[in-house]
């Protein structure tokens, strides 16, 4: 399925300064390989080294987080928008943990 | 890092109203790395907002595609440290390290006692796994 794949920032040196790619996948897990392979170095950017999406990184498959559909599983169809999101958190003082979906589960 | 007075009193002034509350917004711009906008942003944190802030991914992800839509883009956040110093904590330091922020700029706004508010630029860098502090130039 070919799916538009929005690149943020800080990612854009791996894309050769693509904001957006176009990419051939079934579903997110194989989103993530197909990036890689044109795109060497993203992988690891997304996830860690058990394969598992980053705590700080967000993809949303049009506008639902795949943490609320079936992470890497989550099919994808043709014409379909991935938005690769950083979470932003921080503060003066503590262990902030990770974003969560507003009103719902960490 | 440029921005203009209007955004620049915007932040401020979001800055000193939620005290003793840390706020948080996003900064957009175009190339070259000058802010032409201010969104503020309800910081998501509900266990301990006066020293920690969270921006939602759904927040961000509308402000990104509304950014796009008038040609701009994400070049950072702010985020205030109600009656603590105008720099990245740890935890700043921590987060940014764990996430996706290689060049993104953070202001760091000091709000003493709801009143004094002194705003910081910083760069991180993924290269040393910190931030930079950069001029703040007020157009």
């Known amino acids: ?106 | 890092m440029r921005i203009s007075r209007t955004d620049l009193d915007a932040i401020l002034r979001h800055a000193r109203s939620g005290h003793p509350f840390e706020v948080c917004g996003v900064l957009l711009g175009r190339n070259g790395g000058i802010v032409d906008g201010v969104v503020t942003v309800a910081n998501r944190e509900t266990e301990a907002p006066r020293v920690r802030y969270q921006i939602a991914p759904e927040d961000l992800l509308r402000i990104q595609r509304e950014a796009r839509d008038t040609g701009r883009e994400v070049l950072g956040f702010y985020h205030s440290h109600p009656d603590h110093p105008a720099r990245p904590s740890e935890t700043d330091r921590r987060i940014a390290a764990e996430g996706l922020s290689d060049g993104v700029v953070h202001m760091v706004v000091s709000v003493e006692q709801g009143e004094r508010a002194t705003p910081t630029a910083w760069v991180f860098h993924d290269a040393t796994q910190g931030f930079e502090e950069v001029a703040l130039e007020v157009d």
């Open chain 1, 1 to 106: 399925m070919s799916v538009k794949v929005q690149i943020p920032g800080p990612l854009r040196g791996l894309t050769g300064g693509a904001a957006e790619v176009q990419v051939e996948a079934l579903d997110v897990a194989s989103l993530i390989e197909s990036l890689d392979r044109r795109h060497r170095g993203l992988r690891e950017r997304l996830c860690d080294d058990a394969g598992n999406l980053r705590s700080y990184v967000r993809i949303f498959v049009n506008d639902e987080d795949v943490r609320f559909l079936q992470e890497k599983a989550t099919p994808l169809a043709a014409g379909d928008t991935v938005a690769i999101v950083p979470a932003i958190a921080g503060g003066s003082w503590g262990r902030a943990r990770p974003p969560r979906r507003h009103g719902g589960a960490p």
